[in-house]
């Protein structure tokens, strides 16, 4: 991921959609699932945050979903076994039914 401070947005949002009794998900495509292998968020540290694993188990624990598209990890050779165990590994569909059944989305 070459830009890893656009992760920190979606989570920190995720966390507060929670906060506010909404239900949130994240669905991760394309090279947006390398940060989901196990040991990648470690890694990644922006300014004074908290390292992203870190902001990723405080979104877990909020009670958010995350999804992984399986086709990605198709399309980069990722198999199920290379990322967190928490994460979904998920067709498409279910990012078109997820955006179906929500009353809003974001993009990141």
Do not use: H
Not at 17 to 32: N, P, S
Not at 66 to 76: G, N, R
Request: proline letters at 4%; aromatic letters at 8%.
């Amino acid at each position: 991921m070459n830009t890893p401070e656009r992760l920190y947005s979606p989570l920190i949002l995720a966390q507060t959609a929670k906060a506010m009794e909404v239900d949130a998900a994240i669905y991760f495509l394309g090279m947006a699932i390398t940060v989901m292998k196990r040991g990648e968020a470690e890694k990644i540290k922006v300014g004074n945050f908290p390292n992203l694993k870190q902001v990723i188990d405080q979104t877990m624990a909020a009670g958010v979903e995350f999804y992984i598209c399986e086709a990605s990890c198709q399309l980069i050779g990722l198999d199920r076994g290379d990322f967190i165990p928490e994460a979904n590994i998920v067709g498409a569909a279910t990012l078109n039914d997820l955006v179906l059944e929500a009353d809003g989305t974001m993009w990141f």
